[in-house]
Nanobody, 121 residues
Framework: QLQLVGSGGGWVRPGGSLRPACVAS????????IGWFRQAPGKDREGVSCINYSGGTYHADSVKGRFTTTRDNAKKTVYLEMSGLKPEDTGVYFC???????????????WGQGTQVTVSS
């Protein structure tokens, strides 16, 4: 079982950038897909992006062209590079580890604690 710690959220104005990170420990993260999910107040959790062990990525339509997901296996860290942020990107961002390559949360077994992202003027 992996332990995941997410960090790097914060407050930015519309159009700004943030770079949350997810650090893994306690297992072989190299073979896991790491996904990013977000949950806005009063809304269901939604998948944002995922990156598999070989670096292949998939991003939700709502963030394509604005968000990039990268991983550094030596540091056991996955980054969500967010730019062109919009108020609707506001929410708690969670990272999770699984063995599929999907934005369906049910395929992820290990979850981090979440980091708050707020986009407002």
């Amino acid at each position: 079982q992996l332990q995941l710690v997410g960090s790097g959220g914060g407050w930015v104005r519309p159009g700004g950038s943030l770079r949350p990170a997810c650090v893994a420990s306690g297992g072989n993260v190299d073979r896991h897909t790491i996904g990013w999910f977000r949950q806005a107040p009063g809304k269901d959790r939604e998948g944002v992006s995922c990156i598999n062990y070989s670096g292949g990525t998939y991003h939700a339509d709502s963030v394509k062209g604005r968000f990039t997901t990268t991983r550094d296996n030596a540091k056991k860290t996955v980054y969500l590079e967010m730019s062109g942020l919009k108020p609707e990107d506001t929410g708690v961002y969670f990272c999770a580890a699984g063995l599929g390559w999907t934005l369906l949360s049910s395929y992820y077994s290990d979850w981090g604690q979440g980091t708050q992202v707020t986009v407002s003027s």
